[in-house]
């Protein structure tokens, strides 16, 4: 009888398994490789601000504080190896996968690639276990603080312009990295596309919006924007774009990244920001974003084949709760699929 009920089970499982469709549902388990690297001896921040130390002091609105990296200056650097870790199905004998590459959130000065609190991180795990390889970055984080004009401290726009420059080198480091490596890595270096989470969504967009040899294949925006409306027209990918619109931290028309009025009127702490800001009387001198509604206008001008998915009403990162948990992966599941075809080998 036990021999007969688990010939069934086996039978049902293998019906399941077969009759699935590979890059849509889950059909592996999942093998994880932890901190590989895929650049050596890059520039980091080297001084950190005494208030980087002081804010693991101050208690967060939010659950679980987050680790806030402040800098003196931007000029001091010290190098460092930038990592991943990679995501893989088990048991597949496809050679060449397609390959995602995920970028986290965190506004710049927080965040990493093995965060478990962020529904990205449980993404990776999903996308392999349909037959994608998955990268999920560490990229560089960290804004330095200056003394304004009236004695206070500010992070200006330059520095959030020059953390953007620099995430977008790793993006395209990383890139780099994949196509030179991979055959070692099982990756189809033709379908190498790219999904970033709030600041990692910026980063991805901007490193598109520069023309260069070193752009993904398709782009999916997590409540992203970009600084330059005129860049838009240089995007030439696929991208689809998902965003709620009373998003107050990453403008979803027009606007200033974590805009602290808005903040405090939504009485959110934004990643520490508005605890941090409150204590030290630190400005954040945000320059003029243009969000998921402008990016859509522009490309749909443009005709580029994009997407979007826009949900009245719903603020910043509304996929940690259900229904939007698993409706967004669904919708990056199609968005991606038709990208993928049936070509891979």
Known sequence: MRIRVLFVMLLFSTSFVIGATRYFDPIFEVSKTNNLVYAKDVPFLAKKHAITALVSGLKMESEIAPTLYFYQNSNETIPHDLEFDFYQPKNDTLNNRPLIIVVHGGAFVSGN??????????????LAS??????????RIGLAIKKSQRNKLIIDSLEIKRAIQWGVQDIQNAIQYFKANADRHRIDSEKIFVIGNSSGAILA??????????????????WGAVIDKEQIKNISIPVLLIHGTADRIIPFQKGNMLNLDSVKAKNSDAFGYKTVATAFQLEFDSPTFYGSAVIDSVLTKQNVVHDTFFVDGEDHEFYKSEPYRNKILKKILEFLFPLVGASSK
């Open 130 to 139: 349909r037959g994608y390889n998955v990268a999920a970055l560490n990229y």
């Open 205 to 222: 967009l901007q490193s598109v919006c520069e023309r260069n040899n070193l752009s993904p294949q398709a782009i999916v925006s997590l």
């Open 113 to 126: 690639k093995g965060d478990s609190n962020e529904p990205i991180t449980a993404y990776c795990d999903s």
